[in-house]
């Protein structure tokens, strides 16, 4: 996945997010933010997904006034239409929806956003809003919520921060100090502690190495010091596998966790669920998760948030609308294989109406 190229002058501002309540309907203090277009897409620019194995793919025929003309339509007089939003707004890429956002502002001098806004409600409103920002905003905005009040979804920020690229990483940090006025490193280290907050601020420096490379001493070396860090030792140095996790390439670490599947006769996951606890335990598993394989990690993501009693939405919502043009396909393929169930049969189980519909075309249905 690669960004579009985001400087922090082109930014516009948003709002900071409203502390959300208690209702486990989390979009509800969403109305106030806005999403005014941003100066980053050149003319010459692709319309196309920012990924290339995504259910949203670009629409042929694109038309932004047309499609800016049927969102206006949408919202005259009582009610509004939400069909079209949906059939618009979910088979666009994030690119178009920019173009379609500047169509609508130039024919009706109003911010698209700011209209749905006021015209929408719950989670459905939530999608909406989060598929007419390009992605490193609605990374941002979903740290800062995450960060906002009382309390921290310490979930949102291990998803994000152990899943995203070190360019995606960067681009998220100049998109936050724009928008919030504040370092997301400080804005981290305000709400976190411990050496669950040494590995937040680790991977926020986006310092891994991203080459391909493999270094077998190194790799010997990195095993056996994870080993004697932990299964090998009363206690566990967690430093040590900080130093690991956050910093080697995907290709080294997958040969260190062979290797110390041969040293300690235990998985690595199993070793970090017996030594470690809470969001440190997450965070880390998050981590090894998304270096073997991201599209199950999110789908591992997607069943825990329906499955029981209760849906989190956020966490659905989040992930839907992040991956839906970067690898839903290979996320599905992995739920599917993984559960035994499509994703789509849990969604159409767990919500309903236009929160229901639009979930579903993100998905590409069944």
Not at 13 to 28: M, R, V, Y
Not at 31 to 43: G, K, N, Q, R
Not at 143 to 164: F, Q
């Amino acid at each position: 996945m690669e960004f579009h190229s985001v400087t922090a002058a082109s930014l516009p501002h948003l709002p900071a997010p409203l502390s959300l309540s208690s209702s486990p309907d989390h979009s509800l203090h969403r109305a106030a933010f806005c999403t005014s277009t941003l100066e980053t897409i050149s003319p010459s620019s692709t319309m196309a997904a920012i990924g290339n194995r995504g259910t949203v793919t670009e629409a042929a025929g694109f038309d932004p006034e047309a499609d800016a003309q049927r969102l206006r339509g949408a919202m005259k007089g009582t009610g509004t239409d939400e069909k079209v939003v949906i059939e618009v707004l979910s088979h666009r890429t994030i690119a178009q929806r920019q173009r379609i956002k500047e169509a609508f502002k130039q024919a009706v001098g109003k911010d698209l956003a700011d209209e749905l806004s006021s015209e929408l409600s719950g989670n459905f409103r939530a999608v909406v809003l989060g598929l007419l920002m390009l992605a490193p905003v609605y990374d941002a905005y979903e740290l800062r919520t995450a960060m906002k009040g009382a309390g921290t979804e310490e979930a949102c920020l291990v998803d994000i921060l152990a899943s995203r690229t070190n360019p995606e990483i960067k681009t998220i940090t100049a998109v936050f100090k724009k928008e919030y006025g504040k370092d997301l490193e400080d804005a981290v280290c305000g709400d976190t502690s411990g050496m669950f907050q040494r590995v937040l601020v680790s991977l926020l420096t986006a310092g891994r190495d991203e080459g391909d490379k493999v270094d077998e001493a190194q790799v010997a070396i990195d095993a056996k010091e994870i080993f004697e860090a932990g299964e090998a030792r009363w206690g566990t140095d967690e430093v040590k596998f900080l130093t690991v996790l956050c910093v080697r390439n995907r290709n080294h670490l997958m040969r260190v966790f062979e290797d110390y599947q041969k040293i300690s006769g235990r998985d690595i996951e199993d070793s970090i669920k017996r030594e470690m606890s809470g969001c440190l335990e997450d965070i880390f598993l998050a981590i090894v998760k998304c270096m073997r394989n991201k599209p199950a990690f999110f789908a591992e993501k997607l069943y825990k948030s329906m499955k029981g009693l209760g849906t989190t939405d956020s966490v659905l919502i989040r992930i839907v609308v992040a991956r839906a043009e970067i690898d839903m396909l290979d996320i599905k393929a992995q739920f599917l294989k993984m559960y035994g169930k499509t994703l789509p049969s849990f969604i159409k189980g767990d919500t309903s109406g236009d929160y229901r519909k639009i979930l579903l075309e993100l998905v590409g249905g069944e």
